[in-house]
RNA sequence: GCCUCUGUGGCGGAAUUGGUAGACGCGCUGGACUCAAAAUCCAGUGAUAGCAAUAUCGUGGGGGUUCGAUUCCCCCCGGGGGUACCA
């Protein structure tokens, strides 16, 4: 019996598919296992073997877990509305779900390829109204519910208006809020809409203008990374900030929430910092500036008001609304220059920009404690959205003010001794105060808190939590979202669809371009638009964390048409117990889907409060990415088109060339350090790229041009050596690597067992297909202690299985059950082939031993394993088996090896009984002929002797 | 810029709590088999010196703690991810 990997895995592909093997039920005996995948958006390119790394990993877990006894929840689905489907469909005129079917068609055979063990009865796509539906809904009940900072979680805002109706605002404690307090009576004057514009304030998701990124050339909305130097990175159009009323949800309403839940949840500390980070909590003062000559004052937040003595100078962001007040008509031309200036950079590039700029509008605030004069600037490095678009600015304190204040020669005082602290830096909170008044001599901590006392004093200010934070911009002007459940009556007041006419679909229409009027090309379905009764509905849609904030929720019962899911459904799976996804969404998705899950919570959905109990990383797969050189100036009409080699050998400056990406089919030796195209890639590139069809090739060894080769001496092949670099897999660097290629070639076993051994699931590495060859070779090798690989013949035995035989296997268990525990799965197939190594060497083809070695290769190996399982005369699923336990006995040594260092370096090596203890080998170490040699005519002085670890001889 | 991860042979990586640096695999070198090649098998393989035993150096760079540091601390350099509308 030979093995055939292609005949296996059609056999157990069909087998699965028939006998339902990964059909996974609700109601169980079992404990329950939740592994969940960060589902793909199926893009255009197919999945390529960066995806599967994470994916094989959560399969390899959740069929441990089934062996292991568990009830084992495993789904897949599609996160399948998306940007890139809706600008191919403005591009070829096909209708994004057209386009995202076909993908996810596509997608789905090559997961059956790798032998996942998904229960597709629970598929779920977040672009279906089946599904969207319930999107819809969470999103009305937010709009239903206002944060309670006295209950602390979200109520109904039934509640909100009888409070309002009772007592006014005067005693309510929500996020967000009115800022204006109003009583019980005024609230009964109110029209309305009055009252519909105070409640919007109050509401979990809201309406409000927002400035975002406009470009009107494109008629549309852009995101930062769409920008490059203030242009749209499309077409290279001018983009400006534009306020825009939008759709925001309140997330701000559970950052402390957000915050404090992440200690009960088991995900990495560099993870948890990040979102840390990101709410950014920090306790410091509100406090109010005045302005020089004029009523108004500026509001900042600070949390060093100890250093106000040194605050020498006021900055505001660029778009604070007090600018284009303040600014002295003297001052405007530069204003107006640097306004311009800051428009044309994204937020990303203005903070990550070293140069210090800015511009004095001429007007001056009261520093509220010196009580002197001081300049009020703006620059780009204050943001508009952190804090208060404003800050005190003490340069002898901060490392960005002093930078801005040597720049602009403004004076500079220090009010911080740190000469008792060496090594401290500019922002650590410790020092005595100078230069300070009532502050001197203090500690910094202390004359924090002396400052917040004064300044409540004062009335100039309060104490307060401030977050970075900030609420999320819900509305996109697209096509290819969720529409919203919102209508408009001819006031403009917002009414949530009633839920049991949910959904609203999504109106189809093959124009897909934005409308004139800044509106998302919604607004053009006109007939969709607008209601018999007058009204119109929002023609905004969402945007892709939507749908897949609590999309984990539906597959825990994925074709409910009554619910989001069935609450018996949630009880029973509770939470995800192991999530695996890449940190690209430390922040964005795992901290919506946090705040959703909660919100379901507050309203009695879901019974825990965290959606993602552990969480681990997957890293990504690098690809090499190969290019060649175009010269920007064509010579005689002609394009001249260089290889790496002949262009680094010739000096030639760069910047004179533009690199053009290879699709990496046509490379020879591809990956390898002389990757190059030859006459055939050349030709294959010219029709790929038909506007390079003529173009000369020039390389090291000669000249070819419209399919004639002109050597330079004596060679016969060209050789246009293609450039080399690791970076992305992408279909835009034509370096896409497919698995159906690989598993062809290899075999689906063999393709996983390679993406699990190329190193850590949680680091980044390139991928290269050359170092396959091991595992396959392995796989074979294991196939070989059942048959012989030459003969066929079946060599399994049913002879008592040798001690040697026992400790191997032992060492194997003990190994991969620890190693797939801390989720270290390359260590994995390490050992295994270790294992393989010494049972061909002992040549054990003993029934017992293999058949637990294919128990504990299962879930790597599926496929060859259900082959090999039933070879052993098993009727049922090697899926159903029960994973191997490590019995330590079989591991027991007489004798340890102890290394004999000598000052910490290893010098020789001596054997000692397991049972003798340290203070018995003091004496023998001390006889041993390696450490007489080191140790001759130098007296010892000191035996460190580690038990059953090591030995060390100090000198 | 800020937050976060990461850097070990020619390459991917191992070393789990501070205890033998380089497991396992690729590649390379030599050998067996073969008319030959592929496949397979066997041996070697961090660098330098040496016939060898062995010695010295060696985990991005510099410093520190320790009997002992890839592992802990400080500073610096390179690479990845995120930075709120790619997903």
Redesign the pocket.
């Known amino acids: 019996m030979e093995y055939n990997f292609h005949e296996i895995e059609q056999k157990w592909k069909r087998y699965w598919a028939e006998h339902h093997t990964y059909r996974v039920s609700n109601q169980s005996d079992k404990p329950k296992f939740y592994v969940l995948d960060?589902f793909?958006?199926p893009?255009g390119a197919g999945l390529h073997v960066g995806h599967p790394l994470g994916y094989i990993a959560s399969d390899i877990f959740s069929r441990y877990k089934r062996l292991k006894g568990f009830n084992v929840l495993h789904p897949m689905g599609f996160?399948?509305?998306?940007?890139?489907a809706e600008q191919y469909a403005l591009d070829t005129g096909i209708h994004p779900a057209v386009s995202t079917a076909n993908n996810i068609k596509r997608y789905k055979e090559q997961f059956a390829n790798i032998g996942f063990c998904y229960d597709w009865e629970r598929e779920v796509q977040t672009s279906d109204p089946a599904y969207y539906r319930w999107t819809q809904w969470a999103v009305v009940q937010m709009f239903e519910h206002y944060y309670d900072r006295d209950a602390n979680k979200a109520l109904p805002i039934k509640q909100l208006e009888q409070k309002f109706e009772h007592s006014g605002n005067q005693n309510v404690h929500a996020a967000g809020g009115f800022d204006k307090k109003f009583t019980a009576e005024a609230w009964k004057q109110y029209s309305h809409a009055e009252k519909e514009a105070v409640l919007m304030h109050y509401r979990l998701i809201y309406r409000r203008p927002?400035s975002?990124?406009w470009c009107a050339a494109l008629g549309?909305?852009?995101?930062?990374?769409?920008i490059k130097d203030g242009l749209s990175e499309r077409g290279g159009h001018p983009v400006e900030k534009r306020s825009?009323l939008?759709w925001s949800l309140r997330?701000t309403a559970y950052g402390e929430r957000l915050l404090n839940d992440l200690d009960t949840i088991d995900w990495?500390?560099?993870?948890k910092?990040?979102q840390?980070?990101?709410i950014?909590k920090s306790e410091g003062a509100q406090l109010f500036f005045h302005l020089h000559r004029r009523k108004d004052n500026i509001e900042v937040f600070t949390t060093r008001p100890d250093t106000i003595f040194g605050a020498t100078f006021m900055v505001l962001a660029p778009e604070h609304p007090l600018v284009a007040q303040i600014t002295t008509n003297k001052h405007q031309d530069e204003i107006d220059d640097y306004l311009k200036y800051v428009q044309s950079k994204?937020?990303?590039e203005r903070?990550?920009?070293?140069k210090v700029t800015g511009a004095f509008t001429g007007a001056y605030a009261v520093n509220p404690f010196t009580k002197t004069k001081i300049p009020i600037w703006i620059s780009e490095?204050v943001l508009k959205?952190?804090g208060t678009g404003a800050i005190m600015a003490v340069p002898s304190d901060d490392?960005?003010d002093k930078a801005f204040a040597e720049k602009f020669h403004l004076p500079i005082i220090d009010v911080v001794d740190k000469s008792k602290y060496p090594?401290a830096?500019l922002h650590d909170k410790v020092g005595i105060m100078i230069n300070s008044d009532f502050l001197n001599g203090m500690e910094v901590p202390n004359a924090i808190q002396t400052m917040f006392t004064r300044i409540e004093a004062l009335k100039i200010g309060k104490r307060r939590i401030n977050y970075?934070?900030?609420?999320?911009?819900?509305?996109?002007?697209?096509y290819?979202?969720e529409p919203f459940p919102f209508i408009y009556d001819k006031e403009g007041i917002t009414y949530p669809v009633k839920t049991s006419e949910l959904p609203v679909v999504l109106p189809n229409t093959d124009d897909f371009k934005p409308s004139s009027d800044a509106k998302s090309p919604l607004s053009k379905c006109t007939d969709w638009v607008h209601l018999p009764n007058g009204y119109t509905r929002e023609t905004?849609t969402m945007?892709?964390?939507a749908g897949?904030s609590w999309y984990y929720l539906r597959y825990m019962d994925a074709n409910n048409d009554k619910s989001l899911a069935d609450k018996e459904a949630i009880k029973y799976w509770q939470n995800v117990d192991l999530y695996v996804g890449?940190?690209?969404?430390?922040?964005?998705?795992l901290?919506y889907a946090r705040f959703w899950h909660k919100f379901l919570h507050d309203i009695d959905f879901v019974p825990t409060t965290e959606p993602f109990q552990k969480l681990i990383n997957q890293?990504?797969l690098?690809g090499v990415i190969e290019s060649i050189y175009l010269k920007k100036e064509k010579t005689n009409g002609h394009h001249h088109i260089y290889g790496s080699k002949l262009l680094l050998a010739s000096n030639a400056n760069l910047n004179d060339y533009i690199k053009l990406y290879v699709l990496i089919d046509y490379v020879t030796d591809y990956g390898a350090a002389d990757s190059h195209l030859n006459i055939a890639g050349i030709d294959k590139f010219r029709k790929w790229r038909p506007e390079y069809n003529d173009a000369i090739f020039e390389t090291i060894y000669g000249t070819y041009h419209l399919g004639k080769f002109t050597p330079k001496g004596d060679v016969s092949d060209v050789k246009l050596v293609t450039h080399s670099e690791?970076?992305?897999i992408s279909k835009s660097r034509y370096n896409v690597i497919n698995p159906d290629d690989v598993i062809a070639e290899f075999g689906a076993d063999c393709f996983r067992m390679y993406e699990m051994?190329?190193?850590?699931i949680?680091?980044?590495?390139?991928w290269?297909v050359?170092?396959?060859?091991?595992?396959?070779?392995?796989l074979?090798?294991f196939w070989s202690l059942f048959y012989d690989l030459n003969t066929g013949k079946y060599l399994v035995n049913e002879v008592e299985p040798t001690k040697a035989a026992l400790k191997v296997l032992h060492t194997a268990i003990k190994?991969i059950t620890?190693?797939i525990e801390?989720f270290?799965f390359?260590?994995c197939?390490?050992?295994f082939?270790?294992c393989v190594?010494e049972l061909?060497?002992l040549n054990c083809h003993n029934r017992f031993i293999l058949n637990e070695l294919v128990i504990l290769l299962a879930p790597f190996a599926p496929f060859t394993m259900e082959e090999l399982w039933e070879k052993l005369g098993h009727q049922t699923t090697v899926c159903d088996a029960t994973f191997p336990t490590f019995d330590e006995s079989y591991l027991k040594e007489d004798v340890i090896?102890y290394?004999i260092?000598i000052?910490?370096?290893?010098?020789g090596?001596a054997h000692f009984p397991t049972t003798m203890q340290p203070k018995e080998m003091e004496s023998l170490v001390r006889d041993l002929e390696v450490v007489k040699?080191?140790t001759e005519g130098i007296p010892i002085?000191?035996v460190?002797i580690?038990a059953g670890?090591?030995v060390?001889i100090?000198v």
């Open positions: 960060m793909p958006y893009s996160d399948s509305f998306g940007l890139p927002i975002v990124n549309t909305v852009l995101a930062n990374d769409e825009m939008q997330t990495t500390e560099s993870l910092t990040m840390r980070n990101w950014g994204s937020e990303v903070m990550a920009d070293k490095y959205d952190y490392d960005r090594g830096s970075k934070l900030r609420d999320a911009n819900f509305s996109r002007q697209r290819w979202g905004d945007p892709a964390v897949s890449g940190t690209e969404h430390a922040v964005s998705h901290l890293g990504m690098q690791v970076g992305k051994f190329l190193g850590p949680e680091q980044s590495k390139p290269d050359r170092s396959i060859s091991g595992v396959s070779s392995f074979r090798k190994g620890e190693d801390r270290s390359n260590t197939v390490s050992k082939m270790v190594n061909k060497k090896m290394p260092s000052n910490g370096k290893k010098r090596e040699k080191w002085k000191k460190i580690v670890r090591m060390n100090v």
